[in-house]
């Protein structure tokens, strides 16, 4: 078996890959019922020429910035000790239309305050949760939260850190910790890497741990335990079709965030993925379902 540094590129990019080609292939069906109006946008949205301008919903745009982003990391921290750090808290799991309406850097400012003394690069992700029951009204919630390569840790330092976090914040998930982290192993340091990056959309859905127990009647009955577990598939199209709405006017440069001694890799990753984008076009980047410029348009 390889180690999964060696595999973590091919496998990183054939998971994209396909997750795009079936969403390509179900818009461009009669099974995806949006207008046709909606249909060019979401395909617009995946155009190779659009790659420059670093949307968060382009698949080309991602494996471009995923190479650097796992270049410059892993120079800086293959001879380190690093953790991956998940930030998972309640507090930004939201309605699909208070989702629509938040700004990433609500989280960012945040997710900086917990981390503040760390070296670290990290981006947001959203994970949907479509079994959840919010706000007393069963439906979904989506749920925004921080994957962090933290290096070289003072692990008691971190430790206490987190420890302080978790009892002031409470989890998403009764039970389960808000900041958990992971010990790196070298042989997956790449693989780990490139974690916050990636944009498979998955299903997530949590279910109550249950026990049982002997009731006076001698039966055999099962009740909660207060604790919960989660369970995740690939999205189906139509789910991913509803994240990406999320995320029409994301761009992963600006969803990215740092500290300490990541942020000059953070800097560096920024301006080589943004090399071929003129600064003219930069204040210029739209979703597709507004309006769209491309390099080879402007004039």
């Known amino acids: ?18 997750q795009f080609q079936k969403l390509k292939k179900h818009i461009r069906s009669g099974y995806c019922r949006k207008t046709r109006k909606e249909k060019k946008a979401l395909l617009r949205e995946l155009r190779k020429r659009d790659a420059p301008f670093l949307a968060a919903n382009n698949l080309q745009a991602r494996v471009n910035f995923a190479k650097i982003w796992l270049r410059e990391g892993f120079k800086y921290g293959h001879r380190r000790q690093c953790y991956l750090v998940t930030l998972t808290p309640s507090d930004f799991a939201m309605s699909f239309d208070h989702a629509m309406e938040f700004d990433v850097r609500h989280i960012h400012r945040w997710a900086k305050r917990v981390l503040t003394g760390f070296d670290y690069i990290a981006n947001v992700e959203i994970a949907p949760y479509t079994n959840w029951q919010y706000l007393l009204l069963r439906g979904h919630a989506y749920h925004y939260h921080v994957h962090a390569i933290v290096f070289s840790p003072d692990i008691v330092a971190l430790e206490q850190r987190f420890a302080e976090a978790n009892r002031a914040y409470s989890s998403l998930l009764p039970s389960r ?77 600006k969803w990215v965030f740092a500290g300490g001694a990541g942020k000059p890799i953070l800097k560096a990753i920024k301006e080589e993925a943004l090399r071929r984008l003129p600064h003219r076009l930069r204040s210029k980047r739209q979703s597709a379902f507004r309006d769209h410029f491309t390099p080879e348009e402007d004039s």
């Open 1 to 18: 078996m390889h180690p999964r540094n060696d595999v973590a590129w091919p496998v990183f990019w054939a998971k994209h890959n396909e």
């Open 177 to 253: 910790p808000a900041f958990h982290k992971e010990l790196i192993a070298a042989s997956d340091l790449k693989w780990v890497l490139l974690y916050p990056l990636k944009g498979i959309v998955k299903n997530y859905r949590a279910y109550p741990v249950m026990r049982e127990r002997v009731d006076e009647d001698g039966m055999v009955q099962k009740e909660p335990t207060g604790a919960f577990r989660q369970r995740d598939k690939p999205a189906n199209p139509g789910l991913a079709i509803k994240v990406r709405a999320l995320m029409q006017n994301a761009h992963l440069d």
